[in-house]
């Protein structure tokens, strides 16, 4: 399996993106965001699992908006009214679980980064 994500790009504050990341190989249960500001450890951002069960970082609930479409086999992170603190790499990443959790650990497959750069 890989992941290729697309849709960083540079936005000012209040501005939105929509990050995408697409899977090749087979279907994958669960689909997650993550990010990794620099200087900081990679933090959870969002996860999905096949049945439509979401799972947001706090920080994430009410701006950010995560979706699949599963005959795609792609995930999208819609990212609304953005702030600088949310300038960072956009990872994607999968397991093959039930459920999506927050910790990266759990996740066995990950797509390359895509940056966000938020301006003040």
């Known amino acids: 399996v890989q992941l290729q994500a697309f849709g960083g790009g540079l936005v000012r504050t209040g501005g939105s993106l929509r990050l995408s990341c697409a899977a090749s190989?087979?279907?994958?249960?669960?689909m997650g965001w993550f990010r990794q500001a620099p200087g900081k450890e990679r933090e959870f951002v969002a996860g999905?699992?096949?049945?439509?069960?979401?799972l947001y970082a706090d920080f994430a609930k009410g701006r950010f908006t995560i979706s699949r479409d599963n005959l795609k086999n792609t995930v999208y992170l819609q990212m609304d009214n953005l702030a600088p603190e949310d300038t960072a790499v956009y990872y994607c990443?999968?397991?093959?679980?039930?459920?999506?959790?927050?910790?990266?650990?759990?996740?066995?497959?990950w797509g390359q980064g895509t940056l966000v750069t938020v301006s003040s």
């Open positions: 990443a999968a397991r093959q679980s039930l459920l999506a959790t927050s910790t990266p650990a759990d996740y066995t497959v």
């Open positions: 999905i699992n096949k049945n439509i069960y979401r």
């Open positions: 190989g087979r279907t994958i249960d669960v």
